[in-house]
Every structure is written in C-alpha cells, then in structure tokens.
C-alpha cells in the first residue's frame, strides 16, 4: 500500500490563492507532503535503476518573501545535502500541469561537459527519448518543446556557452487527466518514465 494518495483539482487551485503566506499555508498543508509522499514511494527503485543512492528534496520556497511560488515540486538526487547543483529528477506542479522531469538546471557545475557527452551521443538521445516527451530550457517557466519539434544542437549549444542555461526532459499531465487520481498507475507511469530517462542521466556518469 502507498501512502501516496493521487492528486486532486484542490491541488492545482492551490496556485490561485492570492498572497505568499495564504498560498504556502495551503502548498505545505496538503501538496508538498503528498509530492513528498510519492517521491519517497519513488527513491527505492530510481536508486535500483541508476545505481545512486536517491535522497528527496521537497521545494520550500524559503527565500521568497513577496511573490507566492507558481509552481512546486519534490526531487531526488544522490545527496542528502542538496539537489540543485546535481543531476536530478524532479516531479511537481504549475496550476495547468504536471511535470515528470530529469533535469540540468544552472546551478548545476557541470552543464558545459554535459553538453559535449549528449553532443556526442545525440543520435542516441533522439532514438531513447519517447516522440510524447517534452523538453524545457527554462525551468522556471510552465512551456515546453515536443521532442519531436525540438532543436537539440541549439539548446545543447546553449548549455554548453550560457552562464544560466538548463536543459530538462521528461513528461507534462494535464491537471484534468484521470491517471492522476489513481495513486498506482501514477507511480507506475512516473517508474516507466524514469526508465526512459535513465539514459540521459548515465551520459552524466561519462564526464
């Protein structure tokens, strides 16, 4: 049994509450611990698929003091200390979506050589990642690119000379989808999508 227990419509509204502390009751009331409920449901097999160690991360937006947050998430990565500066997969929510991410965000140090690997590795890349997965070059931002339509070499080419350049991929549910409220097939669909992003988290092992 999992603790987990699926997402609602609340959950999503929580991101049109007016105000910082108003919206932050709410975010650390009832969606942070749910995302730290399913990233913990998650870490034990992610640390089986990447062969590190998965420690969870939950946002806390501790350094906003005006602006209420748009979005919120949970994270693992291989350090109980921190995630940002680490390759990383993050799940969490803006009020339109869910996203299911691997991420490179631009605290990260080794953005630059990373770049170079997946260059190099870039027919691999576009025959791994599924034609339904999205990317991002801005995780601060909810749009993305479908991997279908999306410049590689350009983003790549970003990463590798933008001080603050990211590069994130993974899987966008619309808030309406009904696998979100079945806290099984949702935790089986962020396992099959993780496995499908193992790839582009073993390149960084090739540094």
């Not at 997969?89 to 953005?111: R, V």
């Amino acid at each position: 049994m999992t603790s987990f227990t699926g997402f609602t419509q609340k959950d999503f509204d929580v991101f049109t509450i007016p105000g910082l502390d108003e919206r932050m009751e709410q975010l650390r009331g009832h969606v942070s611990p749910k995302l730290e409920a399913l990233a913990e449901e998650l870490s034990q097999g992610l640390t089986a698929l990447t062969g590190d160690e998965m420690f969870v991360h939950v946002a806390k937006h501790a350094r906003r003091t005006k602006n209420p947050p748009n979005d919120t998430w949970a994270a693992l990565a291989n350090s109980k200390r921190g995630y940002k500066k680490l390759p990383h997969f993050q799940i969490g929510l803006w009020e339109t979506h869910l996203f299911i991410w691997f991420a490179i965000i631009y605290e990260n140090p080794i953005k630059q050589e990373y770049a170079k690997v997946v260059k190099a590795n870039l027919n691999q890349v576009k025959k791994q990642v599924p034609s339904d997965f999205v990317w991002s070059i801005d995780h601060t931002k909810p749009e993305a690119i479908s991997h279908q339509e999306a410049n590689l070499e350009q983003m790549l080419d970003r990463l590798e000379t933008v001080k603050k350049a990211e590069i994130l991929c993974g899987v966008n549910v619309d808030r309406n989808d009904p696998i979100l409220t079945n806290p099984e097939q949702f935790i089986q669909k962020c396992e099959d999508t993780f496995q499908q992003l193992e790839y582009l988290y073993r390149l960084t092992k090739e540094l």
